[in-house]
């Protein structure tokens, strides 16, 4: 996977976590202040944003942004599951979901502090993109031996020293 479509895939996953919150706090102020009954709107909308961040963040290796995608999940399934076994009517759900989603907003935006200040780690040109296999002793282009992906490191690019390969083995 490129580092372009690593970034574009991490901006995306920004986009719906920014909209995650914003449709919380939507919903917040619209039960609070004028007793919309919304959980049948922002709970499909909110699940469907959380599937989408968790997928995207499972694949570009985005901890944040996964752990964040499944609490949204977590939270459309625990509320739904409560609503429908504990037969209470979205009328009924309006106060105590309001409370639930004033205490999971308050620490979604906390938590978002940290997640939307991440970014993706830099890539080495001895590394590989696909299965981070070490590059260094093979040619400068080629299939890497772990995983087949195809690799090119190119020419102005210089070989690592001892000291950097033994460092870079210890750190993994």
Known sequence: MSDRSSKRR???VKMMWVWC?????????????VDVENIVGTGPALLGLGLGMF???????????WM??????LLCILIAIWI?????????ATEPVAIITMLYSAGATI????G??????PQSPWLCR????MLFGLDRSGNCPECGMGYEIADNVKEPSEKALTTFSQQR
């Not at 939307?116 to 780690?121: A, F, I």
């Open 55 to 65: 997928g995207l963040s499972l694949h570009i290796r985005f901890a944040w942004g």
């Open 68 to 73: 964040m995608g499944a609490s949204h999940v």
């Open 84 to 92: 429908s076994y504990g037969q209470v009517s979205p009328h009924e």
């Open 111 to 114: 938590f978002s502090w940290f």
């Open 130 to 133: 696909g299965c981070d296999y």
């Open 21 to 33: 919150i914003v449709i919380l706090y939507v919903s917040l102020l619209l039960t609070l202040m």
């Open 116 to 121: 939307l200040r991440w970014r993706l780690p």
């Open 10 to 12: 991490l901006w995306w």
